[in-house]
C-alpha cells in the first residue's frame, strides 16, 4: 500500500509541476501576443506565443484546456485593451474577465482539432470562428484585438485587399500554427521532422512572399473622378481621462479657433485652399440645433472658412434622456444638408445596457450621461462642394472595428473615406495607436486614402497602400490640408470578406465537432504520438516532453 500510495503522490506531484508549467506558458504566450498589437508593434512575436499557445492546450487534458485558454486570454487583454480602466478600473477589469471567456473556449477549440489530421488549417479556422464570436457577441462585439490589426506592418498586409481583415487574421493564425506542426512531429523520425520544416518554411516564404509582391500593387487611377482638398481640424481639448471634454462649449471654441488658423494659412497659401473642412467626434458638445451659442459658433467658423464643415456633434434625441452621436455637414450658405448617426457605440461608454437595472446598483454609470441611441443608415453623405455633388464616407471612432459599418459605406458609393474620432478619453494610453492602426488596415483593404480629424490625438492621413503621411502629435492643437483622389473602385475585399468570416466560423464549428466526435482513445494527444493510453505515466512524460519543446 505505502509503494502505490508513493506511486500515487509522486505522480500527483508530476500532473501539478506539468499543470503549473501550462499556465506560465499560455501567460507568457499571452503576453508575447499582446506585444505585437501597437502601441508595441513587436508582431514578430505572433510567431512565438501562437505555436506555444497551441501546443500548451494540445498536450493539456482536455478538461483543462479551457482554462489555460481562459488565462491566456487575460495575460493577451490585459497587455491590448488595459487602457480602458480610464473609464474605471472595474470596468478594465470586467471586460477582461468577460472577453477572456472567447479565449477559454477558443483554448478547448484547439485542443478538440489537435485530433485531426489538418489541425493547423483546423486551428486557424478555429481563430476565425472565435474573432468572428467576440466581434458580434454581446452587445455588437468587441473586436479589437483582431490578429489581422497586429499584422499592419508585415507582409501578409497586402492580402488586405483581397481577403480583408477576417482572411489575414486567418492567414497570420496559420502560419502560427507551422512552428507549432514542426515540434508536434519532433519527436518522429528525422527525416519525418525535416520534411516538416522544409513544408513549413516553404509555405510560410510563399504566403509572405506573396503578401510583400501585393503590397506593390497600386490603386486604379482617378484622372476622370479628380481629387478635392480636405482640410483635417485637431483643435485639442483641456483634460484627460473621462473629464477630457473640460468646461462646457470649449471643445467647439478650441475648433474654431484652429479653423482660423487653417484659413490665415491657407490665404496666405502656406497650404492649400480646402474643398471642405473635417472636424472630429465631439467637437460640438452640446446640440447645435438646440443651443444658440454653440451655433453660433460653428456657422462663424464656415463663414469665416468660406467652405463646409463636416461637424462631429453630440445630438440630442431622439427621445428624452437619449442622445446621438452624429456627422452634420454644415454648409456656410444653407446651413445643416447632410447627417449621419454613429451605428456602432461604445458599451458602458456611450449607452448602458441594461440601464433601469444598472443604474440603482452602479451609480458611477450616471457619468457616460444621457443614453445614446445608434444610427441605422449606412456612414455615406451625398453632398455639395462649388459646383459638384460628391458622395463621403464617413466612419466615425469605434465604428473601424466593424466590418459592415466600414464596407456599406464604400458600397453605398461612397468616393472619399473620413474617420471622425474622439480620442480624449484615451490620451496617453495605447488606445491611440492601436485604433490609428486599424485605420491603417481599413485604408489597405479598401485601397483608398482615409483622413483622420480626432479632438487632441492622433489625427492625420493615411494613403492607399496604409503608409501614414501625415501625423499630428497628442494633446497639441493642428490642422492642415491634404488632397485625396475620387475613388469609386471596390476591392475584392469589400465583397469577399464578409462571406469569408462567415465560412472560417463555420468551418472552425465544423472542426470541433468533427474532432469531438472521435473516439475517447484519442482524447490526448499522447497517445496520437506514441500510442500512450490516457492518464498513463508514459502519456504524461510525453507531454510534458512537448510542451518543453
Not at 63 to 82: D, E, K, N, Q
Not at 221 to 246: F, Y
Not at 252 to 259: D, F, G, K, P
Request: net charge positive; charged share 15%; hydrophobic share 50%.
Amino acid at each position: 500500500m505505502t509503494a502505490v500510495a508513493d506511486v500515487e503522490v509522486r505522480e500527483r506531484s508530476r500532473d501539478l509541476r506539468a499543470s503549473l508549467l501550462g499556465f506560465l506558458i499560455v501567460a507568457a504566450a499571452g503576453i508575447a501576443v499582446g506585444l505585437s498589437w501597437q502601441p508595441f508593434g513587436l508582431w514578430p512575436l505572433l510567431l512565438v506565443g501562437l505555436p506555444a499557445f497551441t501546443l500548451a492546450v494540445r498536450t493539456a487534458p482536455t478538461r483543462r484546456s479551457f482554462a489555460l485558454g481562459y488565462v491566456f486570454g487575460c495575460a493577451m487583454l490585459a497587455v491590448t485593451i488595459s487602457w480602458v480602466h480610464v473609464l474605471g478600473l472595474w470596468i478594465a477589469v470586467v471586460l477582461i474577465a468577460f472577453e477572456s471567456l472567447f479565449f477559454g473556449l477558443l483554448g478547448l477549440a484547439l485542443h478538440l482539432v489537435s485530433r485531426l489530421r489538418l489541425w493547423p488549417l483546423a486551428a486557424a479556422c478555429c481563430w476565425g470562428m472565435i474573432e468572428f464570436a467576440y466581434s458580434r457577441v454581446p452587445f455588437g462585439g468587441f473586436g479589437w484585438s483582431r490578429l489581422a490589426y497586429a499584422a499592419v506592418d508585415t507582409p501578409l498586409a497586402g492580402f488586405l485587399p483581397i481577403i480583408g481583415v477576417a482572411g489575414l487574421s486567418f492567414l497570420v493564425a496559420l502560419l502560427g500554427q507551422l512552428p507549432a506542426w514542426i515540434l508536434v512531429g519532433s519527436g518522429r523520425a528525422r527525416p519525418g521532422v525535416a520534411r516538416r520544416a522544409v513544408v513549413a518554411v516553404a509555405g510560410s516564404a510563399v504566403l509572405l512572399g506573396a503578401g510583400f509582391s501585393l503590397t506593390f500593387v497600386r490603386p486604379q487611377p482617378t484622372a476622370a473622378a479628380g481629387s478635392v482638398n480636405v482640410g483635417i481640424v485637431q483643435g485639442n481639448v483641456p483634460g484627460r481621462g473621462i473629464e477630457a471634454l473640460g468646461r462646457m462649449r470649449t471643445v467647439t471654441n478650441n475648433h474654431l479657433s484652429e479653423t482660423i488658423n487653417l484659413t490665415v494659412r491657407s490665404s496666405l497659401g502656406q497650404v492649400p485652399k480646402p474643398d471642405f473642412i473635417l472636424w472630429p467626434e465631439n467637437s460640438t458638445d452640446i446640440d447645435p440645433t438646440l443651443d444658440p451659442v454653440t451655433r453660433q459658433t460653428v456657422e462663424t467658423a464656415t463663414e469665416v472658412a468660406g467652405r463646409p464643415i463636416l461637424v462631429g456633434a453630440v445630438m440630442a434625441g431622439p427621445g428624452e434622456d437619449e442622445r446621438q452621436t452624429s456627422a452634420l455637414w454644415w454648409d456656410p450658405q444653407r446651413g445643416i444638408s447632410a447627417r449621419y448617426d454613429k451605428r456602432n457605440l461604445v458599451p458602458f461608454g456611450e449607452w448602458i445596457p441594461f440601464r433601469t437595472q444598472l443604474l440603482p446598483l452602479l451609480p458611477i454609470l450616471k457619468q457616460v450621461g444621457a443614453q445614446s441611441v445608434p444610427g441605422t443608415n449606412p456612414g455615406v453623405l451625398e453632398v455639395g462642394i462649388a459646383d459638384r455633388t460628391i458622395k463621403i464616407g464617413d466612419v466615425i471612432c469605434f465604428e473601424l472595428a466593424y466590418d459592415d459599418t466600414v464596407y456599406s459605406a464604400l458600397t453605398g458609393g461612397a468616393q472619399l473615406l473620413l474617420v471622425q474620432s474622439n480620442n480624449a478619453t484615451y490620451g496617453g494610453t495605447g488606445q491611440i495607436e492601436q485604433q490609428f492602426a486599424i485605420t491603417r488596415a481599413r485604408a489597405m483593404e479598401a485601397r483608398r486614402e482615409i483622413a483622420v480629424a480626432t479632438t487632441n490625438s492622433v489625427s492625420g492621413f493615411i494613403d492607399a497602400q496604409g503608409r501614414v503621411l501625415t501625423r499630428t502629435e497628442e494633446f497639441t492643437a493642428s490642422s492642415t490640408v491634404v488632397s485625396m483622389p475620387l475613388r469609386s473602385q471596390i476591392t475584392p475585399a469589400i465583397w469577399l470578406a464578409p462571406w469569408i468570416d462567415r465560412l472560417l466560423a463555420a468551418l472552425g464549428l465544423l472542426a470541433c465537432v468533427l474532432a469531438s466526435l472521435r473516439g475517447s482513445r484519442r482524447r490526448d494527444p499522447a497517445v496520437r504520438q506514441d500510442g500512450a493510453e490516457p492518464g498513463s505515466e508514459r502519456a504524461e512524460t510525453a507531454a510534458q516532453v512537448t510542451v518543453s519543446s
